[in-house]
């Protein structure tokens, strides 16, 4: 299995444009993770799909953040308009009821916003 | 609220036993223990989980306490590869994990 697939798997946008982070999960996993990495914050979880629908999207920062699953085997993770403060690493993990929820996690997209 | 307490950082020499240590006092009878890593420019990675019984794998051991307040994860024989954050989150089935600050382990040889 070819695991997590993030792309791309770096990003550098100037403030204002739009972003779109992308993930594949592992086939056959049901649940979807979205989750930002930074020194100050650590990692925080922003939202969560199970079966294609979002079922917590509370760590969401703001508006200017939206994450759509359309299907079971593709997430995007939006950021319109971008500003410097987003800049982190950000990661998409899948998992498998049947696997009591062990997490698998993708490589990350670090993305800088200037 | 990460719901779990761990030293920021611990040291260990290679090839030694390293036992991290996590409180959970406020842990609930349905809630499991759960143990990722992550190694320096990747993503975090699954170690171990449990309930209530010690439990090995090829990577580690869990060793959860009888009351289930703390547990501590057990790396056999540490080597540098095993520098990394390790962090333990406690979760009921079907919830999403939340994952504090972890604790530093950094292997000199």
């Known amino acids: 299995d070819a695991g997590v697939i993030q792309s791309p798997r770096h990003e550098v946008t100037e403030m204002g444009q739009e972003v779109t982070l992308r993930c594949k999960p592992i086939?056959?996993?049901?649940?979807l993770f979205w989750y930002r990495q930074t020194m100050m914050r650590g990692l925080e979880l922003l939202i969560y799909?199970?079966?294609?629908?979002?079922?917590?999207d509370s760590g969401m920062p703001e508006d200017r953040f939206s994450a759509k699953m359309p299907n079971a085997s593709f997430s995007t993770l939006k950021i319109q308009p971008s500003e410097p403060r987003d800049s982190a690493v950000y990661f998409c993990?899948?998992?498998?009821?049947?696997?009591?929820?062990?997490?698998?996690f993708g490589p990350g997209t670090r993305l800088t916003v200037l | 609220d990460a719901k779990t307490t761990q030293p920021n950082s611990m040291e260990s020499n290679e090839e030694e036993p390293v036992h991290l240590p996590c409180n959970h006092s406020?842990?609930?009878?349905?809630?499991?223990i759960h143990w990722y890593r992550q190694l320096p420019s990747q993503g975090p990675e699954y170690v171990i989980h449990?309930?209530?019984s010690n439990v090995n794998n090829r990577m580690a051991s869990l060793a959860i306490a009888e009351d289930r307040k703390s547990s501590t994860l057990i790396l056999h024989r540490a080597t540098l590869r095993d520098a990394a954050v390790y962090y333990c989150?406690?979760?009921?089935?079907?919830?999403?994990?939340?994952f504090g600050k972890g604790t530093t382990l950094s292997v000199s040889s």
């Open positions: 086939s056959g996993h049901n649940s």
């Open positions: 799909f199970n079966n294609n629908v979002p079922i917590d």
């Open positions: 993990a899948s998992s498998s009821p049947s696997l009591l929820d062990t997490q698998y």
């Open positions: 449990g309930l209530t």
């Open positions: 406020t842990i609930s009878g349905t809630d499991y």
């Open positions: 989150i406690r979760n009921q089935a079907g919830t999403a994990l939340i």
